[in-house]
């Protein structure tokens, strides 16, 4: 099947500083990638949907300005945690449609943060 | 709206027994998919199954089956011959509607499997 990196799996980071997580898909092009939360133990919840070339839609409760995502190819989305708190700490995980329309999710390692 | 119960939190069982893991859906969409998806301790999500509303044919894969009744609506898994790398969490998801925004997955809260040898 196809395949989608993250990167970095996972990052240790101060708190009040920013991280950036990258979503690729390496051999199909995506026009739409989905970033996932999940606490520990938990299921995963639908942060936001990433659409190249436009504004992320982001789920209810979930703030734009802390949770930057950008699209700026068909290949790369990114989510940047401004300002992280203890708090931001959780797996984040990517997943990258092919095509349009029905076309199959697939997801990506995850990305596991930190903060301290 | 839309909701994905997977009742089962923890199931344990001993190698090459059979399981099944329960998963309910509600939606008033006409179109939509299921999913499976096994993430194992490393974390990654396993694409096991996607399955449309309009096919509820019955699907096997080697030792996995799953049993889709939109009477009831549930998609329904079975491990035959459970085997240790089995253990993991197995999440069934929903998707609703054509394309965009609309295909987001509305995840269960996974079902924890313990294989034991």
Same mark, same amino acid.
């Given at each position: 099947?196809? +395949? @989608?990196?993250?990167?970095?799996?996972? @990052?240790? #980071?101060?708190?009040? &500083?920013?991280? /950036?997580?990258? #979503? *690729?898909?390496?051999?199909?092009?995506? &026009?739409?990638?989905?970033?996932? *939360?999940?606490?520990?133990?938990?299921?995963?919840?639908?942060?936001?949907?990433?659409?190249?070339?436009? /504004?992320?839609?982001?789920?209810?409760?979930?703030?734009?300005? /802390?949770?930057?995502?950008?699209?700026?190819? !068909?290949? !790369?989305?990114? !989510?940047? @945690?401004?300002?992280?708190?203890?708090?931001?700490?959780?797996?984040?995980? #990517?997943?990258? *449609? +092919?095509?349009?329309?029905?076309?199959?999710?697939?997801?990506?390692?995850?990305? *596991? !943060? &930190?903060?301290? | 709206?839309?909701?994905?119960?997977?009742?089962?939190?923890?199931?344990?069982?001993?190698?090459?027994?059979?399981?099944?893991?329960?998963?309910?859906?509600?939606?008033?969409?006409?179109?939509?998919?299921?999913?499976?998806?096994?993430?194992?301790?490393?974390?990654?999500?396993?694409?096991?199954?996607?399955?449309?509303?309009?096919?509820?044919?019955?699907?096997?894969?080697?030792?996995?089956?799953?049993?889709?009744?939109?009477?009831?609506?549930?998609?329904?898994?079975?491990?035959?011959?459970?085997?240790?790398?089995?253990?993991?969490?197995?999440?069934?998801?929903?998707?609703?509607?054509?394309?965009?925004?609309?295909?987001?997955?509305?995840?269960?809260?996974?079902?924890?499997?313990?294989?034991?040898?």
């Amino acid at each position: 099947g196809a +395949v @989608v990196s993250q990167h970095p799996s996972w @990052v240790i #980071c101060k708190s009040g &500083t920013s991280v /950036k997580i990258e #979503c *690729r898909s390496l051999d199909f092009q995506a &026009t739409t990638m989905f970033w996932y *939360r999940q606490f520990p133990k938990q299921s995963l919840m639908l942060m936001a949907t990433s659409n190249e070339g436009s /504004k992320a839609t982001y789920e209810q409760g979930v703030e734009k300005d /802390k949770f930057l995502i950008n699209h700026a190819s !068909l290949t !790369l989305s990114t !989510l940047t @945690v401004t300002s992280a708190h203890p708090e931001d700490s959780s797996f984040y995980i #990517c997943s990258a *449609r +092919v095509g349009t329309g029905t076309g199959e999710l697939f997801f990506g390692e995850g990305s *596991r !943060l &930190t903060v301290l | 709206a839309q909701k994905v119960t997977q009742a089962q939190t923890e199931i344990s069982v001993v190698e090459k027994e059979d399981v099944t893991l329960d998963c309910v859906y509600e939606t008033r969409d006409t179109t939509y998919y299921l999913f499976w998806y096994k993430q194992p301790p490393s974390g990654e999500l396993v694409f096991l199954i996607r399955r449309n509303s309009f096919d509820e044919q019955n699907e096997i894969s080697g030792r996995y089956s799953w049993n889709f009744q939109k009477s009831t609506s549930s998609f329904n898994f079975t491990i035959t011959a459970s085997q240790v790398v089995d253990s993991a969490v197995y999440f069934c998801a929903l998707s609703v509607g054509y394309g965009g925004s609309q295909g987001n997955l509305i995840f269960g809260k996974g079902t924890k499997l313990s294989v034991k040898p």
